[in-house]
């Protein structure tokens, strides 16, 4: 069983930054891929980043390849999204997740409760 929650998020002005935490619970932490996703309102959750078990592979979505990136902490159990030059079709509600490596929901099997990022204009 793992547990996730989600921190950082909040308002922000476009070309800004924000870093999102996930900090899980569970033993199998370590042996699990992790993803962030995030979610506009009344559309489906749609990917944004992965990060494999080990943290050597990464895997974005267009919209934000090259402005955003996942790491982990396997030691402190946490998992990061660093959001640069954002943008306001970057508000959404973030959701991490873990599960197997990839870009689809149906992949992850935990996920946090969300957490709202607005960026202003």
């Known amino acids: 069983q793992v547990q996730l929650v989600e921190s950082g998020g909040g308002l922000v002005q476009a070309g800004g930054s924000l870093r999102l935490s996930c900090a899980a619970s569970?033993?199998?932490?370590?042996?699990?891929?992790m993803g962030w996703f995030r979610q506009y309102p009344g559309k489906e959750r749609e990917f944004v980043a992965a990060i494999g078990w080990r943290g050597g592979s990464t895997y974005y979505a267009d919209s934000v390849k090259g402005r955003f990136t996942i790491s982990r902490d396997t030691f402190k159990n946490t998992v990061y999204l660093q959001m640069n030059a954002l943008k306001p079709e970057d508000t959404a509600v973030y959701y991490c997740?873990?599960?197997?490596?990839?870009?689809?929901?149906?992949?992850?099997?935990?996920w946090g409760q969300g957490t709202q990022v607005t960026v202003s204009s």
């Open positions: 997740a873990a599960g197997t490596f990839g870009g689809t929901m149906t992949g992850y099997e935990y």
């Open positions: 569970g033993r199998t932490f370590s042996s699990r891929a």
